[in-house]
């Protein structure tokens, strides 16, 4: 699997992905300046977690018009696989790839700190190395992390099976397992196409025992496997 990461002003996990790639793939990924407006063929894009441009104006609007989304916007309708990480997520609903908006956590304060997600659908090369319902431990880091979207896109998100992560502690699903008030306990969603996600939590933090977890490493293992 050949790869990319995205790197924007502001970015602070781009290094963090490139290594959670390199370890499943054997190939370090192609960093790509957020100026240039083509790379090479490759068959996943990362959009990593940070502040791009230092959430300027709202988090992700700015990042969403550099010229090399033109480029990831123009290969993900294509069916390039695309992963958005954090601010990668928040950037990803900029751009219309994927639906609903990012909003300032319920609680209007930086949140940092691990949470459990409980997958929600494993047929997808981003999730196929969970099980279903498998509870997995993954740390957060945002201001702007409150999902939402308006109820018609929320149902059609619910019916065609494309959440892909839901918040989740104390055995139930509920308020006290989610770090920012998003809508439905909702962690991270796929496009429909299904080669698009976006997750607020930080699978490349836990990619390696060394980070206190490993919990992460399957989302890029599987990948790793399903696109070669």
């Known amino acids: 699997m050949k790869s990319a990461v995205v790197v924007f002003p502001g970015s602070n996990c781009d290094r963090d992905a490139a290594t959670a790639l390199t370890r499943a793939t054997g190939h370090a990924p192609v960093m790509v300046w957020h100026g240039d407006t083509e790379f090479p063929k490759v068959d996943l894009i990362v959009l990593p977690g940070g502040f791009s441009y230092g959430d300027y104006l709202r988090a992700g609007a700015m990042a969403a018009h550099s010229p090399v989304m033109r480029t990831v916007i123009e290969r993900a309708k294509k069916g390039v696989f695309v992963l958005g990480i954090c601010n ?44 279903r319902d498998q509870v997995i431990r993954v740390p957060v880091a945002h201001h702007d992390g409150n999902y939402f979207t308006d109820a ?25 397992g989610n ?30 025992a060394a980070h206190g977890g490993t919990d992460g490493a399957a989302l890029f293992a599987h990948l790793a496997h399903s696109l070669s």
């Open 88 to 131: 990668g997520f928040q950037v990803l609903t900029e751009t219309g790839l994927l639906p609903g908006a990012l909003m300032p956590n319920a609680g209007l304060k930086f949140v940092c700190r691990s949470v459990t997600l409980k997958v929600e659908n494993t047929d997808t090369p981003f999730t196929g190395g969970y099980a």
């Open 152 to 176: 018609d896109t929320h149902k059609k998100l619910v019916e065609e099976g494309r959440i892909a992560f839901r918040y989740f502690a104390n055995g139930f699903e509920g308020q006290d």
């Open 179 to 208: 770090p920012n008030g998003s809508l439905d306990n909702i962690a991270g969603v796929f496009n429909s196409a299904g080669n698009v996600l976006g997750m607020m939590p930080h699978p490349e933090r836990v990619a390696e």
